[in-house]
């Protein structure tokens, strides 16, 4: 089997109001990340970790932020079209592990939704995917509830 493996990281300050998206899922409608689109750490970790495992370089490459069509655009989106790719390159989801770092809002009880979501995102079975939520314990701008992050692991498979 040719399996590849690719990890991605994303980062955003947060401001007042709007919503925050996680993993396809909204987990505050009190706090939203300072984004050009909607700012999903999780999903943008992941879709690094996606072109990092085919060397398809990274997310501001296909999507920059300077592209108006972006303006707003629902992480989901960008998941899906790599997804494709990846697809037709022959390559499949093996597994998938995300971590959010984030003080607030407490993830726990949202974990299962945004697995499902991830989940069928990647076209795979929910325990295929793992979504880990931690904070920074107070330190950094993380720590203080300014910024949250997200990293993803992700190998990929093709063949038997």
Same mark, same amino acid.
């Given at each position: 089997?040719?399996?590849?493996?690719?990890?991605g990281?994303?980062?955003?300050?947060?401001?007042?109001?709007? @919503?925050?998206?996680?993993?396809?899922v909204?987990?505050?409608?009190?706090?939203? !990340? +300072?984004?050009?689109?909607?700012?999903?750490?999780?999903?943008?970790?992941? &879709?690094?970790?996606? *072109?990092?495992?085919?060397?398809?370089?990274?997310? $501001? @490459?296909?999507?920059p932020?300077?592209d !108006?069509?972006?303006?707003?655009a629902?992480?989901?989106?960008?998941? +899906?079209? &790599?997804?494709?790719?990846?697809?037709?390159? $022959?390559?499949?989801?093996?597994? =998938?592990d995300?971590?959010?770092?984030?003080?607030? !809002?407490? *993830?726990?009880?949202?974990? !299962?939704?945004?697995?499902?979501?991830l989940?069928?995102?990647?076209?795979?079975e @929910?325990? /295929?995917?793992?979504?880990?939520?931690?904070?920074? +314990?107070?330190?950094?701008?993380?720590?203080?509830? @300014?910024?949250? =992050?997200?990293? =993803? &692991?992700?190998?990929?498979g /093709?063949? +038997?």
């Amino acid at each position: 089997m040719d399996l590849r493996i690719g990890h991605g990281y994303d980062l955003h300050r947060l401001k007042k109001g709007g @919503e925050l998206m996680l993993g396809g899922v909204c987990v505050s409608q009190e706090i939203s !990340p +300072e984004a050009h689109s909607d700012g999903d750490v999780a999903v943008h970790a992941l &879709v690094d970790a996606l *072109l990092g495992a085919m060397g398809w370089g990274d997310i $501001g @490459e296909l999507f920059p932020n300077t592209d !108006p069509q972006w303006k707003g655009a629902a992480s989901r989106v960008f998941l +899906e079209h &790599v997804m494709k790719r990846v697809r037709d390159a $022959g390559f499949a989801v093996v597994n =998938a592990d995300v971590t959010i770092l984030a003080e607030k !809002p407490k *993830l726990k009880g949202y974990k !299962p939704q945004i697995r499902k979501v991830l989940a069928g995102l990647l076209g795979v079975e @929910e325990g /295929r995917v793992n979504v880990k939520a931690g904070t920074n +314990e107070g330190c950094d701008a993380i720590g203080r509830g @300014e910024a949250l =992050a997200a990293h =993803a &692991v992700v190998l990929l498979g /093709r063949g +038997e």
